[in-house]
């Protein structure tokens, strides 16, 4: 895949990564669809996110050409306790440059391939009702609505429902976990 002739490049971020990652969400922010938070993230905390869904084996990924990030995906586990631990939920922007060019599709594929190879059984995504490009893009990566909330969000004077989008990884809940160990009683 390629843009404007250069070949896209999808790879693992970078902590020199996040201004150009803060600049494609802030753009998104304004716009209303892509976050519910109306203020901009502090770098700080993307580059604490980062290392810390890295240490978890959790992809944070980037697409970039010529040496110019436009777009990103990561995933966070879905709750801290533990039996939620083979579940993960994820996010997923791209440049306003790039957008409607199968861009979002490979970066979630590879997102997808990632955490099934980290041995997450199930992804999440929380997904604005309005966000046509989003729901689509899930829709065709294997996704399914599993539920809706009405009504969650208040943003840019109207109230916004929140669509969650799943899918399974890997043998989902057709086998148990890599590292499961039958308890003996
Ligand atoms: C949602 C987003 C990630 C999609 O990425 P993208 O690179 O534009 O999408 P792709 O080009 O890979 O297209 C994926 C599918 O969505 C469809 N699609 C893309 N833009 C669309 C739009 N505006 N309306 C309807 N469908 C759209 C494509 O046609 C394609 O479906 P197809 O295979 O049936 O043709 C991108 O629009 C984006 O960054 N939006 C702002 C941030 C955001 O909303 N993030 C998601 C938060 S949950």
Redesign the pocket.
């Known amino acids: 895949m390629t843009a404007g002739g250069a070949e896209i490049v999808v790879r693992t971020s970078r902590e020199d990564d996040v201004p150009a990652m803060i600049a494609i969400y802030t753009h998104?922010i304004r716009?209303g669809?892509?976050?519910n938070v109306v203020v901009a993230e502090d770098p700080d905390d993307i580059k604490k996110r980062r290392k810390n869904m890295l240490s978890k084996r959790l992809p944070h990924l980037v697409a970039e050409v010529g040496g110019t990030v436009i777009?990103y995906a990561y995933a966070v586990p879905f709750r801290k306790r533990p039996a939620y631990r083979y579940t993960a939920k994820h996010?997923?922007?791209?440049h306003p440059d790039?957008?409607?060019?199968?861009?979002?599709?490979?970066l979630?594929d590879a997102l997808v391939a990632s955490c099934a190879a980290a041995g997450y059984r199930q992804l999440i995504?929380?997904?604005?009702g309005a966000?046509?490009?989003?729901l689509?893009?899930h829709e065709?990566a294997g996704f399914r609505e599993v539920g809706r909330l009405p009504s969650v969000a208040f943003k840019f004077g109207k109230w916004a429902d929140s669509v969650m989008m799943q899918r399974a990884l890997g043998d989902g809940d057709q086998s148990p976990p890599h590292d499961h160990v039958p308890d003996a009683t």
Do not use: F, K, P, T
């Open positions: 998104h716009r669809l892509g976050g777009g996010s997923i922007y791209i790039h957008l409607g060019q199968g861009l979002g599709r490979r979630l995504g929380y997904v604005d966000n046509l490009a989003s689509r893009l065709r």
